[in-house]
Structure formats: C-alpha cells, structure tokens
C-alpha cells in the first residue's frame, strides 16, 4: 500500500543576504495511514520548516515530497491551499480560535471552506465536539474556556473535515503538565481510531509517548523509530554536519488550516 506521506532527499535552503541557510539537508522517510509520530529537535534543528513543507504551507528546493500520492512540489499557491483544505487539519499551539465565536462556529469553519450546507455543518460540529468531550461546551466562547477545553476546540475543527492527516505544532506548549496529559491521551484515543497524527514539538517527554520519533538535528535525520523503552531498534542516518543555521521557515500563518 503507498504510504500516506512519502519524503524522498528533501532539502529546504534559504538565501539571507549573501548566506545560504540550509535548513533541510536531504530528508528520507515514510508515514503510513494510522501511524503517529512525533517530529523532535530543539530550535534551528529543521522540525519547523519540517513541518510546513508536510502541511503544504511551503515546498521543498530540491527532492520529492507526496501526500496521499499527490506530489507536493511545483503546485501553485491556489493549489496548495485546496490540498491543505481536502488533507490536512491543523492544531496550533495557540489554539488560533476566534475569539468573538462559540466553540460550535470555531469547529464548523473549515466546512465553510468546502461549501458543506449550513445545517450539515453545525451538526457535524456538534458531533465532533461532542467527540472531544465538549458536547456541554459547545455555545461557550474561547475567553469561556480553559486551556485544555480550547485546545479540544482546535482539535475538532481539525478532525471535522475529516482529513487525511491531523498536523499538530507544539500542541501542549501552553498547558499545565495535567492538561498535557490530558490532550495527549486525546491524541492516542484518536491513533488508536486509526487517525494519521504528527506532532512537532522541542518537548522529549512528549515525544517518547509516540510509538514512533523522528529526530532532527542541523536539518538531518538522526533517527527514526520507537522511543526509548518500546520494543524496536531505531534506524540511525549518519551523515556529515549539514551547513545549517537558524530555521527561518515561514510559520504555519493563522485560522485553521490555514485554507483559503
């Protein structure tokens, strides 16, 4: 079966003045449909131009990067952003909720985009919150809810145009450890529905809960496999320091999705 997500010698390189920054030094692997992974490396490492070349908010230099067979390279902006609206749901660590409206209008959004009916809409907003646990929720605004309940918002208006993938940046960045917790069970309870889930975080702890981790350094793969502690050995690319600096990538914008 063809993976979900197939990357093959990606690179990312920026010109700042008279230096080339490379960000992405030739990139290799594969996801599965219903695999969860988290993206690790500390800031500069890659992870962030990492994950907008995977959420189509930007394309590599040079190598092959396809989503559900799509290839992702040389489609125009217009382009891109249809496929992010048909593939991908967003999770920010912001949350990116409107603030004027209730949870139920934040999560029926991306059916906006898609021309979906007004009264299938709300009720398949209504089905997902009630999915995350916020059935109850569901007529109360952002500044209404605490961390936890708003990033359950943000995780349904991702999931409610059913996408491919589920794309999460730093999702437990701005929560206590309980209400960590909390959203990462969410996200196991989702892997284990058989949702496609990435997280991208700089957090090890968070990591090592997925049953698989890549590892960024220097816009490398230092390895790819199971955390510390699960059964498996790690597949470790070795390769020369890449000619890396800092990961100016442009960032994953704002609203969800970022669609048009």
Known sequence: M?????????TRHYQMGDQKVVALAGVDFAIAVGEMVAVVG???????????????L?????????????????LSDDDLSR?????????????????RADAWRNVELPLVYRDVPRAERRERAAAMLQRVGLGHRMHHRSHELSGGQRQRVAVARALVAEPSLLLADEPTGNLDSATQQEILALFQDLHRAGH???IVTHEPSLAAQCPRVIRLADGRILSDGPPPGLAGPARVALAAPADSGPDPGPGPGSGPGSAR
């Open 2 to 10: 063809e993976p979900l997500i197939d990357m093959q010698g990606v």
């Open 42 to 56: 500390t800031s500069g490492s890659g992870k962030t131009t990492l994950m907008n070349i995977l959420g189509c």
């Open 58 to 74: 930007d394309t590599p230099t040079s190598g092959s990067y396809r989503l559900r067979g799509q290839a992702v390279s040389g």
């Open 83 to 99: 496929l992010r609206n048909r593939e991908i749901g967003f999770v920010f660590q912001n949350f990116q909720l409107l603030a």
């Open 196 to 198: 496609t889930i990435i």
